[in-house]
């Protein structure tokens, strides 16, 4: 072979390199064992569990909902005109892992599941809430404390294959605090 024709392989190499750089090798697009469409959850709002120090009863904690949005991404052209690939949402699996550790090794029972409701239309996406905790889960063992967050959501598609995401975040429990003094008349 001369120098010539090797030089002539040189863009056919160059195009097999792009079209290979579209493939996924690990699974989480392009399976094709997968469901036809993706799902992705991006978190909206995510506060942090207050603290408010009540003379009579101690430390009282409250817990808010965090919201998200859902979006079900098709795979290719045609699973994003088939009903069937609706991502029904399920419940989502929570692990905590606190900073600082707590040295009595307290921490809620891994992992916590809560309940998910909701149909995400394919090509589209919805808003949804959960609680990130169960107050249950609150105590002041937890207080200034920061959680780092493993959250694996479960869903299904209409046609019943299984979806799940993994995707983490913080939650943080603020410190008790005394009550804003009452104002003066």
């Known amino acids: 072979m001369n120098k010539r024709n090797r ?25 094709a064992d997968g ?56 419940d989502v699996s929570i692990l905590y892992t606190w900073d600082p550790p707590d040295p009595a090794g307290w921490a809620p029972p891994i992992p916590r599941v809560v309940p998910l409701t909701g149909t995400v239309p394919v090509g589209a996406s919805i808003a949804f809430s959960y609680t990130p905790i169960f107050l249950d889960d609150v105590s002041s063992a937890l207080e200034g404390r920061t959680a780092a967050l493993s959250m694996t959501f479960r869903a299904r598609t209409v046609a019943g294959e299984s979806i799940t995401l993994t995707t983490g975040d913080t939650l943080s429990v603020n410190a008790c605090s005394s009550p804003p003094p009452d104002p003066v008349p």
């Not at 030089?7 to 690990?26: F, K, R, S």
């Not at 603290?51 to 991404?73: K, M, S, Y």
Request: aromatic share 8%.
């Open 35 to 90: 469901a036809p469409v993706q799902l992705e959850i991006q978190i909206q709002d995510n506060p942090p569990v207050e603290a408010q120090e009540d003379p009579n009863f101690g430390c009282l904690f409250e817990v808010r909902e965090w919201t998200a949005t859902a979006f079900n991404i098709p795979k290719n052209a045609e699973a994003g005109t088939e009903p069937f690939n609706d991502i029904v949402l399920q």
């Open 7 to 31: 030089l002539e392989w040189i863009p056919v190499l160059a195009l097999l390199l792009l079209a290979m750089a579209g493939c996924t090798t690990d699974g989480s697009v392009d399976d």
